[in-house]
């Protein structure tokens, strides 16, 4: 089992940058491929960027390309999601996940966090 705690959200203004921190319980961090996923209001949650469990292997949706930047840090069990040219359309509750897998994928994720707000001003 593993649990994890988003944190970093907040009210940023068009042009801006925020970092997302999830952490996660457990010893076997670098097992897990991390994924970052989000929920616009009345839309459905989409993928965001997820990076291999040795931190070597990311992938990004195309609307973020150029923009985000996943990162991890496996000895504090740590995974980052670097905002960068943030624009309303990102405005979005933004989640960690972890999968029984250190291979990057899209989907099928086993554990998630609770969430934490993005919203970016125009």
């Known amino acids: 089992q593993v649990q994890l705690v988003e944190s970093g959200g907040g009210l940023v203004q068009a042009g801006g940058s925020l970092r997302l921190s999830c952490a996660a319980s457990g010893r076997t961090f670098s097992r897990y491929a991390m994924g970052w996923f989000r929920q616009a209001p009345g839309k459905e949650r989409e993928f965001v960027a997820a990076i291999s469990g040795s931190g070597g292997s990311t992938d990004y949706a195309d609307s973020v390309k150029g923009r985000f930047t996943i990162s991890r840090d496996n000895a504090k069990n740590t995974v980052y999601l670097q905002m960068n040219s943030l624009n309303p359309e990102d405005t979005a509750v933004y989640y960690c996940?972890?999968?029984?897998?250190?291979?990057?994928?899209?989907?099928?994720?086993?554990?998630w966090g609770q969430g934490t707000q993005v919203t970016v001003s125009s």
């Open positions: 996940a972890a999968r029984n897998s250190p291979v990057v994928r899209t989907r099928t994720y086993d554990y």
